[in-house]
């Protein structure tokens, strides 16, 4: 898990855009058929920004995030993450990008159960080699901000769905990752709740010179994107940039 050599792998040449993928063709084999899932798809992510990426069930969001988070490998296409050419980048050395830039949030929240919140929430930065008592130290600070003082002993099935969801965002975070991937971040929470995760993913995953994009087609929640891609059948259709976005 060395980061040293090569040139650093924090530097964006392009400091405006996180991410722009270009002419992106992934399918699935299903059996003896394949599916075209992402048909030359083209996408761009603003960096400082809240990117929302919607469309219907099934038209490719889940694909194109983990494309862009260097889950899924794609068939052709263009990838610049961060200024970086995720393509032609070897599979350890994007491993190591991945530790350090990016950050994931899931639907399910995906905690351990058999881990409590501080636990939880320390495993990027112990995974990136960091002393257990230090980063559990971090992860702490970073629960009380997102509102859990007095709940980071606790175990996953101890805590609601909300505070569950402020957890995963603090695992997310932990180790300041300039791009923050939001898969349905609110689909498992009630108005209140997504509304209060959201708040904080705009108030904190912003901080510094972060970008987040969140796949969701919860349209309660659209107030927070300052850009929306509208994905269809693979593609993007549609972008705009609605004027209710952050306030300063
Ligand atoms: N691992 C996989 N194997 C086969 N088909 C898949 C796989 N992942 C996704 N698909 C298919 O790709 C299409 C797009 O899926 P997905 O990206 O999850 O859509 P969305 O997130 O927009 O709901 C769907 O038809 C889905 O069934
Ligand atoms: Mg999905």
């Not at 069930?57 to 694909?63: E, I, L, N, V, W």
Request: proline share 4%.
């Amino acid at each position: 898990m060395t980061l040293t050599a090569e040139s650093p792998i924090h530097t964006s040449p392009d400091a405006a855009i996180a991410v722009r993928c270009t002419g992106i063709e992934k399918s699935f084999s299903a059996g003896e058929t394949k599916v075209r899932v992402l048909r030359g798809t083209d996408f761009v992510a603003e960096s400082g920004k809240m990117n929302f990426l919607v469309g219907p069930s099934g038209c490719g969001k889940t694909t194109l995030i983990s494309v862009i988070g260097a889950i899924l490998s794609c068939e052709a296409g263009e990838l610049q993450v961060l200024g970086h050419d995720l393509r032609s980048m070897r599979n350890g050395r994007l491993a190591d990008f991945r530790l350090t830039n990016l950050g994931f949030i899931f639907q399910q929240f995906n905690l351990l159960p058999a881990l409590n919140a501080e636990e939880n929430a320390s495993l990027p930065l112990v995974a990136r080699g960091e002393a257990t008592s230090k980063a559990e130290k971090i992860a702490r600070a970073l629960l009380e901000r997102l509102g859990l003082e007095g709940q980071t002993k606790k175990m996953p099935a101890q805590l609601s769905g909300g505070q569950q969801q402020r957890v995963a965002i603090a695992r997310a975070l932990v180790h300041q990752p300039r791009l923050l991937i939001c898969d349905e971040p609110t689909a498992s929470l009630d108005a209140s709740s997504g509304h209060t995760v959201m708040e904080l993913l705009r108030d904190v995953a912003l901080e510094g010179d972060r970008s987040v994009i969140v796949v969701t087609h919860d349209n309660r929640i659209f107030e927070f994107a300052d850009r929306i891609s509208h994905m269809a059948d693979g593609q993007i259709t549609r972008t705009e940039s609605p004027d209710q976005g952050r306030q300063p």
